[in-house]
């Protein structure tokens, strides 16, 4: 029924991945041989060829989702991949795939997610490779992926009907290959049960305690009605926007306070429940509010740190932490008082996973709502969740109360991100070289009563295996404990994104209460004159403030 056919083709010159994946507009996808190109490239790079391979894919729902689906299985059968498994629906979420490369020891996976970016015809959708692992390819996979998308000359598809994939439990053969359907979400939601006491947190829900939780239409919808209401026994009223839709319904399937807004109104209202979250459009993102409160992510990884060892899972304690460079410094004064070590690496998930692999490292994350651990080699979003109620079961506090108490016996590291969106490429790169110029006259200069006391422009060496990235972000560090930081984002798809991460630290009891951007007021100020953006963008008001 299926019939090999070898496609002729030319490269597309910009199919290198970014800071996760490829990422471009639908409508870049839907160009003739676009999508065939790249899913080939990643074929073409993996060691010994894709025969005999065996496979996860899955993406987060959104529009191109499926057709993508039918592509790639007749691509794998036709390039001899030996075994195939496949989301029903061509539902997983990111965690989901990293869960299973490694349950079913894979060689491999193919997420079809533009992460957070907005879905639907005008959206964006992309395609990320997993190693065996369970990780985001590291940088040289990506690398060879590209090499192999400049010098693509075919692509080999099977050609035949296209393959009903709305029952899980069913295998189809296509070739020599078994394509399996899967249910998304058991494998899942099992290693959750294994990792935290859901009786636990089964008793808290019981007990009162109210949650909310919104899945912004995306993927995490299906996963949360099993684990929260099913398994949890949550109402159904504490789920928002668990149906996935392929445009996420309109909107930025991105848990922060800008775009989950509406949860957001909902913990600060009068009928706030004790605890809320939400996950972004693959479910590898968290947000954790309390009632009238929120948690940036970078004290959440500090305070899950802090308080690992009330999970089963980390009952033992922790080997280390990670944090991207751009985090804030919280969890590194918990490092410090535990004696664990703790590793600053470049943006972007694939840089944790020589630690975890290494067992160097049990808890990471980033200040960009991702947080994970050595559990699976991707952040996770409910993961961080249930970390939080299995906290919070055990402590039986609140979100606010837990947290001021962490501020009291850490201090406190007020952070900000202040992002400038579609700004034209030239400028932002300007900015950056500039920048990078300036640094040896920008060390030792006093500026609004701050030394700056480090001026660099990040270089990581991988402890594991010595491999450098350099050229990572601009780091000036002040005398105070305080920080800014600018680095260019490698996800967008419209222009370039400058982002400025700014950092202040108190530990004065009576300043732990202040309001962010009013604490860090001078820092903002001094992140703007330091990198001209004025001169170099034409305006200083970000887009967004994080
Ligand atoms: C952004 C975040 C980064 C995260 C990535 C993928 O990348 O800043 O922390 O790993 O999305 O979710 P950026 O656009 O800054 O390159
Ligand atoms: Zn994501």
Redesign the pocket.
Known sequence: MYEIKEVKTTPFKDQKP???GLRKPVTAFQQPHYLENFIQSIFNSMKGGPRGKSLVLGGDGRYYNKRAIQIIIKMAAANGVRKLMVGRDGFLSTPAVSNIIRKYKLDGGIILSA??NPGGPDGDFGVKFNIENGGPAPEKVTNEIYQQSLRIERYLIAEGPDIDISRDGVEIKILDTTVKIIDPVTDYADLMEELFDFSKIRALLDSGFTMCYDALHAITGIYAREIFVNRLGAPEESLRNCDPLPDFGGGHPDPNLKYAAGLVELMFSQDAPDFGAASDGDG??NMILGRHFFVTPSDSLAILAANARLAPRYKDGLKGVAR?M?TSRAVDQVAQELGLPCYETP???KFFGNLLDAGMITLCG???F?TGSDHIRE?DGIWAILFWLNILAEKRTSVAELVRKHWMSHGRNYYTRHDYEEVEREGAQDLMKDLDRRLPELKGQTLAGRTVILADNFCYKDPVDGSKSCNQGIRIGFDDNSRIVY??????TKGA?I?IYIEGYTNAPELLDEDTQEFLSDLIRLSRSISRIKEHIGREEPTVIT
């Open positions: 970014g800071t996760s992460s957070h590898d993102r991207s751009p943006t972007g998930w980033e200040e960009s991702g952040k680095r260019l984002s490698g996800t967008g994104t982002r």
